[in-house]
């Protein structure tokens, strides 16, 4: 079953502007982790979140976490064409075993 | 810089075919997994192991069977392909010590196989 629930489900705005995802998790966890996927290739990790923290900055990447609330947000800044992928987020509940959501395509137009 | 290689970028194979897909990592990582990626249902365990000769089910392994013989190489196995086999798979693996519970868990993908079965 899928663990996070991404939103929006499709993002399009023009570069240099800030994008925001969304993510709902349903059980408790141990980390959360934002991951991105370009077209057609495998995912590659951006940032790790654990359940103590409450955000976290790499780059011009912002993650935030609501465990009261289960939920997550990553906000990319000053967007570029090249930010343009897919963007999961995986829940860690077990050591080592990641739940995808469905994730959200974003679109950075030039 | 961790790699993970996987043995096609495409695979085309016919119903009822013995599929064999092949992931190798560099980084002597403990953990594989193994995924497939369809449109609207996200990324979804198939198998992982955490040790050579170990593997556990995830959330879809009917139709599959894996291999860890070494530490380094994960196999996923199609006993008998169907059409609804149709996918991109996906390997990963981590350095985290599952039965430890150490590490950080994330995980490094291979670049993914897209299996057309006709």
């Known amino acids: 079953s899928q663990q996070g629930e991404e939103d929006p489900q499709a993002l399009s705005i023009q570069e240099g502007e800030n994008a925001t995802m969304n993510c709902s998790y349903k059980t408790s966890i141990n980390n959360l982790q934002w991951y991105r996927q370009n077209s057609g290739r495998g995912l590659v990790h951006l940032i790790l979140?654990?359940?103590?923290?409450r955000e976290k900055h790499s780059g011009r990447l912002r993650v935030t976490l609501d465990t009261s609330k289960k939920s997550s947000s990553l906000l990319i800044t000053a967007s570029r064409a090249a930010d343009t992928a897919s963007y999961f987020c995986?829940?860690?509940?077990?050591?080592?075993?990641?739940?995808f959501g469905q994730g959200t395509i974003l679109t950075v137009h030039p | 810089d961790v790699k993970v290689t996987q043995s096609s970028r495409y695979l085309v194979k016919r119903t009822g075919e013995k599929v064999f897909l092949e992931c190798v990592q560099d980084m002597d990582h403990e953990n594989m997994f193994w995924y497939r990626q369809d449109p609207g249902l996200g990324l979804r365990l198939i198998y992982f192991s955490y040790d050579v000769k170990m593997k556990e089910k995830g959330d879809i392994p009917e139709g599959y069977s894996v291999s860890r013989e070494k530490k380094e190489r994960f196999s996923l196995i199609l006993e008998s392909a169907s059409t609804n086999q149709t996918s991109m798979y996906l390997c990963?693996?981590?350095?985290?010590?599952?039965?430890?519970?150490?590490?950080?868990?994330?995980?490094?993908f291979g670049p993914g196989t897209r299996l057309t079965v006709t």
């Open positions: 990963a693996s981590s350095d985290t010590g599952l039965a430890g519970g150490r590490g950080n868990d994330e995980q490094y």
């Open positions: 979140i654990r359940s103590n923290e």
């Open positions: 995986a829940t860690v509940a077990s050591y080592g075993k990641l739940t």
